[in-house]
């Protein structure tokens, strides 16, 4: 474990970008995660610690050219009480519903959930279905560059992202939903609250005249990250949800992920949940 | 030896200037350097509840809190609830309805169900046992505490005068 020479305060994400150049930094937003890991050692400090909960352009949310865009640090809180998150994104609205416990929904960051890159984080796979971007902001020539990457090519493996040390997450934006698009999630643990999920399942789709179009499907918790599942989705898209054809995915679902045996489930296990749980999330998409 | 920061912030309505390590929970700051006690330590990382304060009105499990983050809040531990005539029913509630045995997780639930009930006096029972998710209780099976909030909710969070 290294010590820690400074402690920084950033008020903006210029400041914040300008101490991330300088190499070494641990960043802190809401804690619940970086405090259990590194008193654990499975994070170590860098020479840098620094809080970036005084940075008011990492909070609320705001919609322009056609992106919803939510400030890194929206607690998990937040986005239910967001009426934009309710209204628009009910599929990332009940994913934060179902996200551990009131205390840590109360402290948890939607920036932190993401780059903690767990394999079950809860709002990744909600975000995988609604196509979500992460914002990236660092400092290059004296001036601060950011650029977007979606979060699928973002996501790496088990608290690995492709964010470079010099950049830090702003924001993570979300094409708005075209109409008719309805999407539901669903995870499975041992009890409702605080647990980590088992497995998950989001799906999203356009249902235009019965049959379903621009079929999205995410799961968490079967590959070493959140993954959306091409096969899944292509045995849905054109075709109405009706229950043959969700049976079908649902099949194909289970053939199409890749879980492990771990001390929360076996492999087997998880197969058969996907399917389940691919099962009546598509039955509530076909019902929304 | 660990870097140190001075911080300010408000616990439970007083001001308060104290020097903690940069690493340090929040919690460890309330018991070891505050010498606040009431405020327990459970599991130590998030999932028991025994440690829930209030940071600027909202409930937090302060095991997970650097305590550096508090400099500028407002701080609420269950010695400022206990002190605040507000919560008198809820504590006598809690009493009359068998809803402490240990009392290990009493302080966490106290504070998180002053939360619940803050923020919607009238929370059903429904409201009331997912609000207290997050609080683990090994001796009473929850039935009784989720009684004692509820008579309170139905009350209608009634304040003392």
Redesign the interface.
Same mark, same amino acid.
């Given at each position: 474990m290294s010590a820690i020479e400074r402690y920084e305060v950033p008020r903006d994400v210029e400041t914040a970008a300008e101490i991330l150049r300088g190499g070494a930094v641990t960043i802190l937003a809401g804690g619940t995660d970086l405090m259990p890991q590194s008193k654990a050692g499975r994070v170590s400090f860098g020479k840098v610690l620094m809080n970036i909960r005084r940075i008011p352009e990492l909070m609320g949310v705001a919609e322009a050219d056609g992106m919803i865009r939510i400030g890194a640090l929206t607690s998990i809180a937040d986005l239910l009480e967001l009426d934009t998150v309710g209204r628009r994104l009910p599929v990332l609205w009940q994913a934060a519903d179902q996200f551990a416990s009131g205390q840590i929904r109360n402290m948890g960051t939607i920036g932190g959930n993401i780059c903690n890159a767990s394999p079950a984080g809860d709002t990744l796979v909600p975000l995988l279905v609604l196509n979500a971007e992460v914002e990236l902001a660092s400092k290059a020539g004296g001036r601060l560059v950011t650029r977007r990457v979606p979060l699928r090519d973002f996501l790496l493996g088990p608290g690995r992202t492709a964010r470079r040390p010099e950049e830090l997450l702003t924001a993570v934006a979300v094409p708005v939903p075209p109409d008719g698009f309805r999407a539901r999630f669903a995870k499975l643990g041992t009890r409702p609250a605080l647990d980590i999920s088992t497995v998950s399942v989001a799906v999203g789709a356009v249902v235009r005249g019965g049959a379903a179009e621009d079929v999205r499907v995410a799961f968490g918790a079967v590959a070493p990250r959140p993954i959306r599942g091409p096969r899944t989705e292509a045995t849905l898209d054109g075709r109405p949800l009706a229950k043959a054809v969700i049976d079908a995915a649902a099949e194909v679902a289970h053939d199409e992920v890749t879980p492990i045996d771990d001390v929360r489930a076996t492999a087997w296990y998880r197969r058969q949940m996907i399917h389940n749980l691919t099962k009546e999330v598509l039955s509530h998409v076909a019902a929304a | 030896? @660990?870097?140190l920061?001075e911080i300010r912030f408000t616990l439970n309505g007083v001001a308060r200037q104290v020097s903690v390590p *940069?690493?340090m929970?929040a919690l460890a700051m309330l018991r070891d350097v505050l010498h606040l006690t009431g405020t327990k330590y459970g599991c130590?990382?998030?999932?028991c509840?025994a440690c829930?304060i209030l940071v600027d009105g909202? @409930?937090?499990?302060s095991? *997970?809190?650097?305590a *550096?983050?508090c400099?500028g809040r407002q701080v609420t531990t269950i010695e400022g609830i206990a002190a605040d005539a507000q919560w008198q029913p809820l504590r006598e509630s809690l009493v009359e309805h068998g809803g402490v045995q240990c009392g290990f997780c009493t302080p966490g639930m106290v504070v998180?169900a002053s939360? *619940?009930l803050s923020r919607d006096p009238h929370a059903d029972r429904q409201a009331i046992k997912?609000?207290l998710?997050?609080?683990l209780c090994r001796c009473t099976g929850y039935k009784k505490i989720v009684d004692a909030v509820v008579a309170v909710a139905d009350a209608g969070g009634k304040v003392a005068p």
């Open positions: - | 030896m @660990s870097l920061r *940069v690493t929970t130590g990382e998030g999932e509840g829930t909202r @409930s937090v499990n095991c *997970v809190m650097f *550096v983050d400099d998180q939360h *619940v997912r609000g998710e997050g609080n």
